[in-house]
């Protein structure tokens, strides 16, 4: 009988249990490092010893670098973003409680390190179609569910006849993009009644109009 074939999965599908086991161990443990250092800051030798391997053990996961790893981590964070917003989407019952849902997540669910993880891929990744792929769904993935949300409340007489569902969810991404990236705001992020109260004027803003919300909670 011949030796067992090595399968290397960098999404872990396929693996073998153990396997499986120790890539999301090393998906989770880079994904903190990469958050606190940035993609430079990093080396294959901290990533190892960090889930306890030697670096040819990790090489073993992601046999062709820390370039490899750093992406399966970005496709971790996007998942986790997408799932989060599929959440906050079938949290909410009607059109503004399911906008007031995605903007808390945006607030209080992503990491404020993403902008800075997602500044690496065109800094640091050699590869432009893995660069082009990974920037594509960044933005994709919000866009279309935002949009979704937008088109079944156009469909349910939710928003005036003849706006776009594609330009309101254009709004209303750019709103939430420019909150969840202002770092000098991260401690409002952090405090979960602010938050809520930002969400609530963001969305009576976009249903409102500026004149008709009375206060923002806090100071920008």
Not at 52 to 75: H, I, W
Not at 148 to 175: H, K, Q
Not at 203 to 212: A, C, M, W, Y
Request: net charge negative; aromatic share 10%.
């Amino acid at each position: 009988m011949g030796r067992p074939k090595k399968v290397v999965m960098v999404g872990g599908e396929g693996c073998a249990p153990a396997d499986f086991e120790t890539h999301t161990r090393i998906i989770e443990a880079a994904k903190e490092l990469f958050k606190a250092r940035g993609f430079k800051g990093v080396s294959m030798k901290d990533l190892a010893e960090a889930v306890s391997l030697t670096p040819a053990a990790l090489y073993y996961y992601f046999p062709e670098g820390k370039e490899t790893l750093f992406l399966a981590v970005l496709t971790n964070l996007l998942d986790e973003r997408a799932q989060g917003i599929a959440r906050a989407i079938s949290s909410g019952t009607d059109l503004r409680s399911k906008l007031y849902q995605i903007t808390l997540f945006s607030l209080t669910g992503i990491s404020d390190a993403f902008p800075i993880l997602m500044r690496d891929i065109l800094a640091q990744i050699k590869d432009e179609q893995k660069q082009k792929e990974t920037w594509t769904r960044f933005g994709g993935d919000y866009m279309a569910a935002v949009t979704r949300v937008f088109d079944e409340a156009a469909t349910a007489g939710e928003i005036a006849p003849g706006l776009s569902p594609a330009l309101l969810a254009t709004l209303f991404i750019g709103m939430n993009f420019s909150l969840g990236h202002n770092h000098h705001n991260q401690a409002i992020f952090n405090n979960r009644a602010e938050a809520e109260s930002l969400a609530e004027t963001v969305v009576s803003i976009l249903f409102n109009g500026i004149r008709e919300v009375q206060a923002a909670p806090a100071q920008f």
